[in-house]
Protein backbone atom coordinates (compact mmCIF):
# COMPACT_ATOMS: atom_id res chain seq x y z
CA UNK A 1 0.00 0.00 0.00
CA UNK A 2 1.87 4.07 -0.78
CA UNK A 3 1.39 5.65 1.43
CA UNK A 4 -1.03 9.35 0.61
CA UNK A 5 -0.28 12.46 1.19
CA UNK A 6 -3.68 13.21 2.22
CA UNK A 7 -6.19 11.65 4.40
CA UNK A 8 -10.01 11.29 5.41
CA UNK A 9 -11.41 14.32 6.56
CA UNK A 10 -8.71 16.21 5.25
CA UNK A 11 -10.01 19.68 2.99
CA UNK A 12 -8.37 19.32 -0.21
CA UNK A 13 -7.91 22.13 -3.57
CA UNK A 14 -8.18 20.21 -6.71
CA UNK A 15 -5.10 21.24 -8.69
CA UNK A 16 -5.71 19.86 -12.04
CA UNK A 17 -8.03 18.55 -14.87
CA UNK A 18 -11.61 20.68 -15.55
CA UNK A 19 -12.16 20.98 -11.61
CA UNK A 20 -9.25 22.79 -10.71
CA UNK A 21 -9.37 25.07 -7.82
CA UNK A 22 -12.52 23.25 -6.17
CA UNK A 23 -12.25 22.69 -2.77
CA UNK A 24 -14.01 19.74 -0.50
CA UNK A 25 -13.16 17.19 2.38
CA UNK A 26 -11.85 13.66 1.68
CA UNK A 27 -14.76 11.37 2.41
CA UNK A 28 -13.03 7.83 1.52
CA UNK A 29 -8.99 6.79 0.02
CA UNK A 30 -7.92 4.11 -1.53
CA UNK A 31 -4.30 3.81 -1.26
CA UNK A 32 -4.05 0.77 -2.67
CA UNK A 33 -4.98 2.42 -6.04
CA UNK A 34 -4.16 5.94 -4.93
CA UNK A 35 -7.45 7.55 -5.21
CA UNK A 36 -9.35 9.72 -3.27
CA UNK A 37 -13.29 10.44 -3.02
CA UNK A 38 -13.46 14.18 -2.22
CA UNK A 39 -17.10 15.67 -1.82
CA UNK A 40 -18.78 17.76 -4.20
CA UNK A 41 -15.68 16.91 -6.42
CA UNK A 42 -16.08 14.90 -9.61
CA UNK A 43 -19.13 14.02 -9.88
CA UNK A 44 -21.09 11.00 -11.50
CA UNK A 45 -24.10 10.28 -12.45
CA UNK A 46 -25.55 6.99 -11.71
CA UNK A 47 -28.71 5.30 -12.71
CA UNK A 48 -30.10 3.50 -10.11
CA UNK A 49 -32.77 0.91 -10.21
CA UNK A 50 -35.46 0.56 -7.64
CA UNK A 51 -35.14 -1.77 -4.88
CA UNK A 52 -38.19 -2.24 -2.64
CA UNK A 53 -40.86 -0.01 -1.53
CA UNK A 54 -38.48 2.66 0.03
CA UNK A 55 -35.85 2.94 -2.64
CA UNK A 56 -36.38 4.79 -5.61
CA UNK A 57 -34.90 4.55 -9.05
CA UNK A 58 -33.53 7.07 -11.20
CA UNK A 59 -30.77 8.91 -11.34
CA UNK A 60 -28.07 9.85 -8.22
CA UNK A 61 -25.72 12.14 -8.09
CA UNK A 62 -22.37 10.50 -6.46
CA UNK A 63 -18.72 11.74 -6.29
CA UNK A 64 -16.31 9.41 -8.09
CA UNK A 65 -12.84 8.46 -7.16
CA UNK A 66 -10.40 10.22 -8.46
CA UNK A 67 -6.42 10.25 -8.01
CA UNK A 68 -5.29 11.25 -5.21
CA UNK A 69 -2.20 12.99 -7.38
CA UNK A 70 -4.98 15.69 -8.72
CA UNK A 71 -5.73 17.05 -4.90
CA UNK A 72 -3.50 19.55 -2.87
CA UNK A 73 -3.81 19.78 1.35
CA UNK A 74 -5.72 23.03 2.08
CA UNK A 75 -4.17 24.17 5.58
CA UNK A 76 -6.86 24.76 8.09
CA UNK A 77 -4.86 27.14 9.61
CA UNK A 78 -3.59 29.44 6.99
CA UNK A 79 -6.12 28.32 4.12
CA UNK A 80 -3.53 27.76 1.46
CA UNK A 81 -3.20 25.24 -0.88
CA UNK A 82 -0.30 23.37 1.02
CA UNK A 83 2.08 20.42 0.94
CA UNK A 84 2.52 18.38 4.03
CA UNK A 85 5.25 18.63 5.90
CA UNK A 86 6.11 16.53 8.84
CA UNK A 87 7.37 17.76 12.67
CA UNK A 88 8.66 14.71 14.85
CA UNK A 89 7.67 15.55 18.77
CA UNK A 90 8.99 14.74 21.84
CA UNK A 91 7.29 11.92 22.51
CA UNK A 92 8.44 10.74 18.79
CA UNK A 93 5.78 11.11 17.22
CA UNK A 94 5.39 12.18 13.68
CA UNK A 95 2.96 15.22 13.24
CA UNK A 96 1.73 16.41 9.63
CA UNK A 97 2.01 19.90 9.41
CA UNK A 98 1.82 22.52 7.08
CA UNK A 99 4.46 23.69 4.95
CA UNK A 100 3.67 27.09 4.84
CA UNK A 101 2.74 28.46 8.84
CA UNK A 102 4.22 25.19 10.50
CA UNK A 103 0.90 24.54 12.19
CA UNK A 104 -0.73 20.99 12.67
CA UNK A 105 -2.40 19.58 9.38
CA UNK A 106 -5.92 18.98 10.99
CA UNK A 107 -9.27 20.13 10.38
ZN1 LIG B 1 -0.91 26.66 7.07
Not at 29 to 51: A, C, K, Q, S, W
Not at 53 to 81: D, I, L, Q, Y
Amino acid sequence: MKKMHVKKGDTVAVISGAERGKKGKVLLTNPTEGRVLVEGINMVTRHVRPRGATEKGGRMEKEGWMFASNVMPVCPHCKKVTRRGFKILENGTKQRVCKKCGKKLES
